[in-house]
């Protein structure tokens, strides 16, 4: 992690009214994650969209590495062990 990496967490109803709080407020964001359960994520229609602050386009992504930890959208554990062990014992296959 950078000195300018942030962090910005914004819980809402609908994927359109994140884009709305996203449009007023991240000028500087250049990718986002949307965050819960399988099927509340896979109920949206426009699941691997991206999206666009005036004519810069932010890009998805289902994981993020912060302070250490590999965290995917669906706050799982599986893919941080994943790394951990592919980082300590690369040669075997999981």
Not at 4 to 29: G, H, R
Not at 30 to 46: C, K, L
Not at 68 to 81: A, E, M, N, P
Request: proline content about 1%; some cysteine; aromatic content about 4%.
């Amino acid at each position: 992690m950078f000195a300018d990496d942030t962090s910005i967490s914004y819980s809402a109803d609908s994927l359109e009214q994140l884009q709305n709080v996203m449009n007023s407020e991240l000028k500087n964001l250049n990718e986002f994650m949307i965050v819960g359960s399988r099927q509340r994520i896979n109920t949206n229609q426009d699941n691997n969209k991206s999206s666009r602050i005036d004519d810069h386009e932010i890009n998805r992504v289902h994981s993020v590495k912060s302070l250490g930890l590999h965290i995917d959208s669906h706050l799982t554990r599986s893919l941080h062990i994943e790394k951990i062990c592919k980082k300590y014992h690369p040669q075997q296959v999981l």
